[in-house]
């Protein structure tokens, strides 16, 4: 069985920073694409961020450019995002999403969809 199961959102700050997490299980995770997609209240879903398989090779949305790292450790099938400088505009529930192959920028691109985790950034 396929699983995607993101942790470390919660309420910060702005200006504050958080690590999300997604440990993979069910499949080959070395040989999937990994990105995160977000989607705010009221908003369709935004992808925000991918990395190949190896991860030598990370993507980024300009509204995260700069702020946002893309890692993943195939060794523990875990790929993490850490955020920085967060906005107010960056709460929303954080997805991971994972994709046969190369890297995809549109979210009907990804195969595995984990349940979310919630950000709130907020003062």
């Known amino acids: 069985e396929v699983q995607l199961v993101e942790s470390g959102g919660g309420l910060v700050q702005p200006g504050g920073s958080l690590r999300l997490s997604c440990a993979a299980s069910g499949f080959t995770f070395s040989k999937y694409a990994m990105s995160w997609i977000r989607q705010a209240p009221g908003k369709g879903l935004e992808w925000v961020s991918a990395?190949?398989?190896?991860?030598?090779?990370?993507y980024y949305a300009d509204s995260v450019k700069g702020r946002f790292t893309i890692s993943r450790d195939n060794a523990k099938n875990t790929v993490y995002l850490q955020m920085s400088s967060l906005r107010p505009e960056d709460t929303a529930v954080y997805y991971c999403?994972?994709?046969?192959?190369?890297?995809?920028?549109?979210?009907?691109?990804?195969?595995?969809w984990g349940q979310g985790t919630q950000v709130t950034v907020s003062s």
């Open positions: 999403a994972a994709r046969a192959g190369g890297v995809g920028d549109s979210p009907s691109a990804y195969d595995y």
């Open positions: 990395i190949n398989p190896g991860g030598g090779v990370t």
